[in-house]
């Protein structure tokens, strides 16, 4: 069990936006730490999609986009396509257990 | 173009030592933060640990006492050792880069990582 809680799935039509969720603690996200989010499409290495809450390497797509607030952060994507189908990950620092964590990681479908 | 390629035993005895090695090719070592990352089947990311440039470590307080990563600058590669391993060991590794962009450097940021190795401890 993850301190960085995500939904297990989530799912949208082609073109449309859905947003991902990172729920954490004042020991990780509420203490301020940077949060990064990957996809991993199955059977490959996960990719950086999000640095440092809302930055976007080169060559990741604006319809990727960060936030957080809080105890929580968010990813969204818009204009969904076919290729955006994979699990995303959450990833801060956790202060209690002094280690980098990643969340439990969500499954998008794209119907 | 920078690229990372992990080797090592895909089969390991319960008790035993798992090694694996990471080849860096594209860039060298120096300077930045390389980690290993590990995910068992099925399942979600795990930080293990990482080596800086010249050799200082950092690593999951869960797996501390058991882990060992070190670098050999000479050949441009660093290495894990995972000491009495059983079957919740048993997973994808991966090694991986931080990301560095505009002179900032993102130790947590992994941006380049390795195909990942499939390790499984059996006897």
């Known amino acids: 069990q993850s301190v960085l809680t995500q939904p297990p799935s989530v799912s949208g039509a082609p073109g449309q936006r859905v947003t991902i969720s990172c729920t954490g603690t004042g020991s990780n996200i509420g203490a301020g730490y940077d949060v990064y989010w990957y996809q991993q499409v199955l059977g490959t290495a996960p990719k950086l999609l999000i640095y440092?809450?809302?930055n976007r390497p080169s060559g990741v797509p604006d319809r990727f986009s960060g936030s957080k607030s809080g105890t929580s952060a968010s990813l969204a994507i818009s204009g969904l396509q076919a290729e955006d189908e994979a699990d995303y990950y959450c990833q801060s620092y956790d202060t209690s257990l002094s280690a980098w964590v990643f969340g439990g990681g969500t499954k998008l479908t794209v119907l | 173009q920078v690229q990372l390629q992990e080797s090592g035993p895909g089969l390991v005895k319960p008790s035993e030592t798992l090694s694996l090695t990471c080849t860096v090719s594209g860039h060298s070592i120096s300077p930045y933060y390389w980690s290993w990352i590990r995910q068992p089947p099925g399942k979600g990311l795990e930080w293990i640990g990482y080596i800086y440039d010249s050799g200082s470590t950092n690593y999951n307080p869960s797996l501390k006492s058991r882990v060992t990563i070190s670098v050999d600058t000479s050949k441009n590669q660093f290495s894990l050792k995972l000491s009495s391993v059983t079957a919740a060991d048993t997973a994808v590794y991966y090694c991986a880069r931080n990301y560095c962009n505009d002179g900032a450097c993102y130790p947590a940021a992994f941006d380049i990582w390795g195909q990942g190795t499939m390790v499984t401890v059996s006897s």
């Open positions: 440092a809450d809302a």
